[in-house]
């Protein structure tokens, strides 16, 4: 069974710092996905990582994949407090014909002043 | 356009009834999927539909099901609640045929408390 984990579980950071999110999958997959919730509202999609050494960015957020490592990192450049939310990474498990996205246990992220 | 719609919003149950959630995906998607958000366990997948048939299904006993409509809307149901069903149960679409493995636009959830 496919198991994915992020580190760290809650990160408290400065505005202004920078920050990376690690998550790492136990088994092959060729589809990584980035998606951030705010409290008490849905997920919303910030990346789709398709092959190895993909990167991707959108403002201060960067997006990377090893899957040689089964690692993708989410990098955060000189936080700002509205990037205050949880992270998960989502990887795509294909088995026996059918397809699952597993989910990461998510990274809180509070940026304070 | 407007984005994945699910109704209701908010719902409280007791133990052993029955419920049933509703979700319309954004126009034009065909595929929707459900997945239940608890603290414990966190985002899980429960089941993808497209074209009305269940494609792929998660490890959710069978008191979870579901269904999709012609107009691609879809409903989950959950019978003989138990308490620790409670949780936020978000839908989502996808336009392509490729369901989850296509990138998915969530609704807004569903909080049901069982009680």
């Known amino acids: 069974e496919l198991k994915v984990e992020q580190n760290p579980l809650f990160l408290s950071m400065q505005e202004g710092k920078n920050y990376t999110i690690y998550c790492n999958y136990s088994?092959?997959?060729?589809?990584l996905y980035w998606y951030r919730q705010d409290p008490g509202k849905s997920l919303e999609s910030l990346f789709v990582?398709?092959?190895?050494?993909a990167v991707k960015q959108e403002g201060r957020l960067m997006a990377s994949l090893d899957t040689k490592a089964r690692l993708s990192t989410l990098h955060i450049t000189a936080a700002v407090h509205d990037l205050s939310a949880t992270y998960f990474c989502?990887?795509?498990?294909?088995?026996?014909?059918?397809?699952?996205?597993?989910f990461g246990t998510g990274t809180r992220l509070q940026v304070f002043p | 356009k407007a984005g994945v719609t699910q109704t209701p919003r908010y719902l409280i149950k007791t133990r052993g009834q029955q419920v049933t959630l509703s979700c319309s995906p954004i126009?034009?998607?065909?595929?929707v999927s459900w997945y239940q958000q608890t603290p414990g366990q966190g985002l899980q997948f429960l089941f993808e539909?497209?074209?009305?048939?269940?494609?792929n299904k998660g490890n959710f006993p069978g008191r979870f099901s579901g269904r999709q409509f012609s107009n691609s809307r879809s409903e989950m149901n959950v019978s003989t609640l138990e308490l620790g069903d409670s949780a936020l149960y978000l839908c989502?679409?996808?336009?392509?045929?490729?369901?989850?493995?296509?990138?998915?636009?969530f609704g807004p959830g569903t909080r049901l408390t069982v009680l």
């Open positions: 989502a990887v795509l498990m294909a088995r026996d014909n059918t397809d699952k996205l597993i």
């Open positions: 989502a679409s996808s336009r392509g045929s490729k369901g989850v493995a296509d990138t998915q636009y």
């Open positions: 990582l398709l092959s190895n050494g």
């Open positions: 088994t092959t997959s060729d589809r």
């Open positions: 126009s034009g998607h065909r595929s």
């Open positions: 539909y497209f074209s009305e048939t269940q494609r």
